[in-house]
């Protein structure tokens, strides 16, 4: 296994690029937003289209974060079961963002149809796949949980898991049927167009140096402009950095990496993940893997990419593509790339006010697409 060329697929297929400028002025609005990820642009959204005024500001370009890196598996809930959840949240509360969290796909897919936003959008569902006995024990646990908060959601035996994964690995596997996957990069670049074409103010390149309440305003500087605002909202996850705020995001960095294969022959199509669902398992290690429209077969781990140690976790790729596809061979690298996950201590996701009408938003624990969207 080689690779050619160390570059984010997503951006290599993001159909059309957001064109912007930066914040070169000083404009009054009713709410600016900092970060342009899932979090910061659905809030714009849906901020214009409920007739308030909103500028944001993205340090690079839209979704040059998590959100353009992300894995791509719009999943209800959390990494956490529903009733650790209840558990850390108390009954009342824990129900409510249960609830909340699983509507968070289908909130997804309507924005995508709603906008025309052309992401490789595929609601197929997702597969949470057992390797072990003790991963099938984890998966009837977790089902019953589903079940109780109204999820579709089927237990796959091993031998349909082989028939949707075109590997016979796995024990068995949980279908979540309200769920799928989409071209992440794409996605929020769509939403970004969307809520700019209803009257958002977006500036890329325009990273805010300092936030200040002056009088009843927040002002936020950037290199060539201010923004002036009644509200605030700071939606900078795991790429905060060098913006001293008494609301920033506190989490542990969590690196994770992708690599993509070149086009999959339609033969090795029709067997590996036919219906294009996306899959994570219950290893003890975090990973993931699925295809995107092409056919490129795409495997996720934990770590970075881009220093002495990388070939580490393209040897660990090499051998978990065998010991998933072992009829594949050995196939070619086109793309590689990692982002940065924010874990909190409890695994849960944060929204907190730290002034008058400022909130932080973060934390999405490797679950950013649903939560993102939806917060």
Known sequence: MQTRNETNLWEHTLPIALESHRLQTEIDVDVAIIGGGFTGVSAALRLVERGASVALVEALRIGAGGSGKNV????????????????????????????????????????????????????????????????????????????????????????????????????????????????????????????????????????ATSVVRNKDLWQVDTPEGKVRASALLLATNAYHSNLAISGAPNFIQVNYFQLATDPLPLKDQQVVLPDRQGCWDTALIMSSFRRDKAGRLIIGGVGALGHSLSNVHYEWAKHKLKQLFPNLGNVEIQHAWHGRIAYTGDNLPRIQSFGPNAISVYGYNGRGIGPGTSF
Request: aromatic share 6%; glycine share 10%.
């Open 72 to 207: 791509g598996l719009v999943n209800s809930g959390l990494w956490l079961e529903p009733n650790e959840i209840i558990k850390k949240l108390g009954e009342k509360n824990g129900e409510r963002l249960n609830a909340f969290l699983a509507a968070s796909p289908s909130l997804v897919f309507d924005n995508i149809r709603k906008y025309g936003i052309d992401c490789e959008a595929e609601e197929r569902g997702t597969l949470h796949c057992a390797p072990s006995t003790r991963g099938m024990r984890e998966l009837e646990r977790r089902l019953d949980q589903y079940h109780a908060l109204g999820h579709e959601a089927d237990l796959l035996n091993a031998q349909d898991t082989a028939d949707k994964v075109g590997s016979s690995v796995f024990k068995g596997s949980i279908l979540q049927k309200n769920a799928g996957t989409i071209q992440p990069l794409s996605y929020v670049s769509g939403l970004a167009k969307a809520a700019r074409d209803s009257g958002a103010k977006i500036f890329e390149s325009s990273p």
